[in-house]
């Protein structure tokens, strides 16, 4: 991945989890690091097929469906759901950092930003 790229997820990355930790939910650390991490459950998917699996990891880890999440709990006052959106564009910022992209429905190391654990396609 491009170091630019990889910078511009760097900080909204950082605004992320900054907006996480203003929200009015409290949780121990040990329960946020869970919550974080739960959007990579969507690779169960893969267990039925690459095409499954390529679309319930995508539709988790795309910023636009965090987005309309993020939108639809600020506009109705919901604090899960707002923090929901938050966790979700967290989490897809902390795995693009990662070289981990939306995955192509025919290999899971196919990604938007190359294959993972190739380098040349990485950099």
Not at 29 to 35: A, G, K, N, Q, S
Request: proline letters at 2%; aromatic letters at 14%; glycine letters at 8%.
């Amino acid at each position: 991945m491009k170091k630019i790229l990889q910078a511009e997820e760097i900080a909204q990355l950082a605004i992320a989890v900054a907006g996480l930790y203003m929200q009015p939910l409290n949780f121990s650390w040990r329960v946020w690091i869970l919550l974080f991490l739960s959007p990579d459950i969507s690779m169960l998917g893969y267990l039925i097929n690459t095409k499954a699996g390529a679309f319930s990891y995508n539709l988790f880890h795309h910023k636009l469906t965090a987005t309309l999440i993020m939108i639809a709990g600020y506009a109705m006052h919901n604090n899960i759901a707002l923090f929901t959106g938050i966790l979700l564009f967290a989490h897809s910022c902390f795995d693009r950092v990662l070289g981990y992209g939306l995955k192509y429905s025919d290999d899971f190391k196919h990604t938007h930003l190359g294959m993972i654990g190739n380098k040349k396609g990485n950099e």
